[in-house]
């Protein structure tokens, strides 16, 4: 029974405020983002990945290990990603894999693996998200543009954040206290933020072709878990860094692939993101549970 009460614990938050931001959206059509938005690039981003990576207990290698684990497991979403768009008979390959690479490790990992596993968990959990923001701002734009922006990367706070965290890490570095505090804030206010706008998204996006948005859905919110088993076994993982890694994988497509099309890619395609987006976040309303309460279950 104690575990069924936990996986209520850690759910129940996540889902309770991404409910708020879709009840807002409905409400309200014209609710402007824009703040948020901007706030949780330029800010609140930064300052979460900063206190997740360095206040957190988080060791250089730790961080070095999960990001290679989850290297691995982009690898295999790509492929995974290849094979069902070439049998879903799509134009475009390229520019529709990132919802099948990039999972929403921030938005809804991080509270998930911060609830499910404390401090500890959300250190690796970072490490994990850390790696897939990334993904988008380089991986992402180049297969949305197909072409890469060297500036693209430069202009964005986040990896800023993470080169700094980094070399706290490798040269262990203890954060000043200020910082640590104002990052903590920042943190939760982030988490806050971008779960009521995931839920504001929801009310805005559409699904323009549900059989092929269900059928990519499936290869990102049911094969993700068992790459992400396969690697925790590949690897003899265990304890909460493997329930972590297990959570990670399973998470529905990123918001962010839809913010990255609609900048660099034809509106067909921007339309096909989205509607994977919206259908795999409300499949994973369902697996996600299963998933959490396989992981605490198993590696706690």
């Not at 529709?96 to 968990?121: D, V, W």
């Not at 000043?176 to 939760?188: A, D, H, S, V």
């Amino acid at each position: 029974m104690d575990i069924y009460l936990k996986l209520f614990e850690v759910l129940f938050p996540v889902f309770f405020v991404v409910g708020i931001g879709y009840y807002l959206g409905k409400n309200n059509p014209k609710l402007d983002t824009t703040f948020i938005t901007s706030f949780a690039a330029n800010i609140g981003t930064p300052g979460m990945i900063i206190y997740a990576l360095t206040s957190t207990g988080t060791s250089f290698d730790t961080f070095k290990n999960f990001f290679w684990y989850y290297i691995i497991a982009i690898l295999v979403f790509t492929f995974i990603g290849v094979i069902f768009l070439f049998l879903l008979k799509t134009k475009d390959i390229i520019r529709e894999l990132p919802p099948f690479i990039m999972p929403n490790t921030g938005n809804m990992g991080l509270p998930i693996c911060l609830f499910a596993y404390g401090s500890q968990g959300l250190g690796v959990a970072a490490a994990i998200s850390a790696l897939i923001i990334l993904c988008h701002f380089t991986l992402g734009v180049f297969l949305a543009d197909r072409k890469f922006n060297i500036n693209v990367i430069l202009k964005n706070p986040p990896f800023y954040a993470i080169l700094i965290s980094v070399i706290f890490l490798y040269f262990k570095i203890e954060i000043p206290i200020f910082i640590e505090n104002t990052t903590f804030l920042l943190m939760y206010a982030t988490i806050f933020l971008i779960l009521m706008s995931l839920g504001i998204a929801l009310t805005r996006f559409k699904v323009f072709s549900f059989k092929k948005a269900l059928i990519s859905s499936i290869g990102r919110v049911i094969l993700g878990p068992i790459v992400g088993f396969l690697i925790i076994r590949y690897y003899n993982l265990s304890g909460f860094a493997a329930g972590v890694l297990l959570i990670q994988c399973s998470m529905p497509s990123a918001v962010l692939n839809y913010l990255v099309a609609s900048i660099y890619s034809p509106k067909k395609i921007v339309d096909s993101v989205a509607s994977t987006i919206v259908v795999s976040t409300i499949m994973s309303f369902i697996t996600i549970p299963i998933v959490v309460f396989f992981a605490l279950k198993y590696f706690n």
